[in-house]
C-alpha cells in the first residue's frame, strides 16, 4: 500500500467544490452558510446524499455532526477520521473547510475506484458550527466530540436572536441520535486551505502543520446607564458604547505592542442596547480575541487585558467584566502522522513547507483525543473570511492526493 501512487478523480473532486459553490451563495458570489440556517442545511442534505449514493454509512450525532464511513476489513477496529466543516463566515468564501471536508468523500471514493480495502475502516466528518458565525465559541461541536465541553453546554448555546443549537439542529432536521464522541478514534487527518499567504510565497503546494498559535477569546459584558444624549451632562454620563469602545482600542493597543513577536490582538464584534440615536446605551457586548506563536506571549498579552479592563472602566465610568473566555490552539501534531506525510509526499515528488497555524482548526481539538495532523494547500493572496477567497483545482490537487495516499497508508497498518 505505502509504496503505490494513488490518484484522485480530480475533476470530479472539483464538480463536489463547484457543487456547493451553489448553495448559500453570499452578496459576492462568494458564501453565506451559517451553522444549521435553511443554506447549511441544504449542503448537509447534498453532502448525506453523496455519501448514501456511494454505499457508505451515515451517522448523525445528537450536535449535527455528520459521518460518513467506509467499512474496513477489521470493521471493530478503531476509524481513521478525515473531517473539517460545511459552514462558512457571514460573509465567507468557497473554501475554507469546505476543501476538506470534499476531499475526504473524494478519499473514500477514489479508494472504491481503485478496489483497495483497508484494514481500519475510513470515515469523514462534517463538525457543526466551526465557524462560531452564528453560535460561539468556534469549533464548537469537535471541542465536545473531545471530550473538552459538555454536550449539553453546546446544546445550550444561543445565536443573536436568542435561538439556541437545540432549537437550531431540530429545525433543520439534524438532531441526531448518536452520542457526541465517546468512542475511539484511531488518527485524524484534516486538510484546509491555508488562510494566509506562505505556501503561495514559497511556491510549495502542501503545508505540514507543526502546531498552531496559542489564541484566547473573551466576551466582555459592559454595563451603563440609559441616559437622553441632549441634556445629560457629560459627569453624569455612563455609556456602555463608550465603555466598550475604550476597551476595543485598548486591546488593539496590546496588539500592537506584541506585534514585534507576532501577537495578534483583535476586537471581533461590538454590540450595544439600544444602540439608537439620541439615547446613551446601558449594556454593551464585546468579543475579542489575541494570539501569538507561543504560550509565554499569548499569557502576557491576557495579563495586559485584564489589567487594562479596570483603567477603561473607570475612564468610561461604566462596569467591565469578561462574562466568557475560551482558548484554543498550541498543540503539537503528532510527529508519527507528520513523518507518515512527509515520507508520502516524497514518494509522490510533493514538495511540503513545515509551517504553523495562526487561525482556529477543529484537528486542534481532536489533538487531544486521537494522533492528529493538520494539511494546508494555499489559498489566493492568503485571502479568507471574505467572499474573494480563491484557489484552483491545479492549487488543491497535490494537497488532496496527498491526503489519499496518507490516509490510505494509515488505515492499512
Not at 194 to 205: C, H, I, K, S, W
Not at 235 to 255: F, P, Q
Given at each position: 500500500m505505502t509504496g503505490t501512487n494513488l490518484k484522485i478523480d480530480a475533476a470530479r473532486f472539483w464538480d463536489t467544490i463547484e457543487a456547493s459553490a451553489a448553495i448559500g451563495v453570499g452578496r459576492q458570489g462568494g458564501l453565506r452558510r451559517l451553522a444549521l440556517d435553511a443554506a447549511d442545511a441544504e449542503m448537509r442534505r447534498l453532502f448525506i446524499r453523496w455519501g448514501e449514493e456511494a454505499g457508505y454509512g451515515v451517522t448523525v450525532d445528537r450536535l449535527g455532526d455528520i459521518f460518513l464511513r467506509r467499512a474496513g476489513a477489521d470493521d471493530s477496529l478503531a476509524p481513521v477520521l478525515i473531517g473539517s466543516h460545511l459552514d462558512t463566515q457571514a460573509a465567507g468564501g468557497r473554501y475554507d473547510g469546505i476543501v476538506g471536508v470534499l476531499a475526504g468523500l473524494e478519499v473514500l471514493r477514489s479508494l472504491d475506484d481503485l478496489g483497495i480495502e483497508t484494514r481500519r475502516p475510513v470515515e469523514v466528518v462534517n463538525w457543526t458550527n466551526e465557524e462560531g458565525a452564528r453560535f460561539t465559541p468556534p469549533m464548537m461541536a469537535s471541542q465536545v466530540f473531545a471530550g473538552r465541553q459538555t454536550e449539553a453546554w453546546a446544546l445550550a448555546r444561543t445565536d443573536d436572536d436568542g435561538v439556541t443549537v437545540a432549537e437550531a439542529l431540530t429545525e433543520a432536521?439534524?438532531?441526531?441520535?448518536?452520542?457526541?464522541?465517546?468512542?475511539?478514534?484511531?488518527?485524524?487527518?484534516?486538510?484546509?486551505?491555508?488562510?494566509?499567504?506562505?505556501?503561495?510565497?514559497?511556491?510549495?503546494?502542501?503545508?505540514?502543520?507543526?502546531?498552531?498559535?496559542?489564541?484566547?477569546?473573551?466576551?466582555?459584558?459592559?454595563?451603563?446607564?440609559?441616559?437622553?444624549?441632549?441634556?445629560?451632562?457629560?459627569?453624569?454620563?455612563?455609556?456602555?458604547?463608550?465603555?466598550?469602545?475604550?476597551?476595543?482600542?485598548?486591546?488593539?493597543?496590546?496588539?500592537?505592542?506584541?506585534?514585534?513577536?507576532?501577537?495578534?490582538?483583535?476586537?471581533?464584534?461590538?454590540?450595544?442596547?439600544?444602540?439608537?440615536?439620541?439615547?446613551?446605551?446601558?449594556?454593551?457586548?464585546?468579543?475579542?480575541?489575541?494570539?501569538?506563536?507561543?504560550?509565554?506571549?499569548?499569557?502576557?498579552?491576557?495579563?495586559?487585558?485584564?489589567?487594562?479592563l479596570p483603567d477603561c472602566a473607570r475612564r468610561s465610568r461604566t462596569e467591565i467584566a469578561i462574562a466568557e473566555d475560551w482558548t484554543f490552539g498550541g498543540p503539537a501534531f503528532d510527529p508519527a502522522l507528520m513523518a507518515l506525510c512527509r515520507e508520502t509526499a516524497r514518494r509522490l515528488g510533493i514538495e511540503t513547507l513545515d509551517l504553523m497555524s495562526q487561525a482556529g482548526h477543529d484537528a486542534y481539538h481532536l489533538s487531544h483525543l486521537c494522533p492528529s495532523v493538520l494539511l494546508f494547500t494555499p489559498c489566493e493572496g492568503g485571502v479568507s473570511h471574505n467572499e474573494r477567497e480563491a484557489t484552483t483545482l491545479e492549487a488543491q490537487a497535490p494537497g488532496v492526493t496527498l491526503l489519499l495516499n496518507a490516509v490510505a497508508a494509515r488505515a492499512s497498518a
Open positions: 432536521g439534524f438532531m441526531g441520535d448518536a452520542p457526541v464522541g465517546g468512542r475511539p478514534i484511531d488518527s485524524y487527518f484534516e486538510l484546509h486551505i491555508e488562510q494566509g499567504p506562505d505556501l503561495e510565497a514559497a511556491g510549495v503546494p502542501v503545508g505540514i502543520v507543526t502546531g498552531g498559535y496559542v489564541a484566547r477569546g473573551m466576551r466582555l459584558g459592559i454595563r451603563g446607564d440609559n441616559a437622553h444624549s441632549g441634556p445629560t451632562p457629560m459627569h453624569k454620563r455612563k455609556n456602555a458604547l463608550v465603555g466598550a469602545a475604550t476597551a476595543a482600542v485598548a486591546v488593539d493597543e496590546i496588539g500592537w505592542r506584541y506585534a514585534h513577536a507576532d501577537g495578534k490582538a483583535t476586537v471581533a464584534r461590538l454590540e450595544a442596547w439600544p444602540n439608537k440615536p439620541g439615547i446613551l446605551s446601558s449594556e454593551a457586548t464585546l468579543f475579542i480575541d489575541f494570539r501569538s506563536p507561543d504560550a509565554a506571549t499569548t499569557a502576557a498579552m491576557e495579563a495586559e487585558v485584564r489589567a487594562a
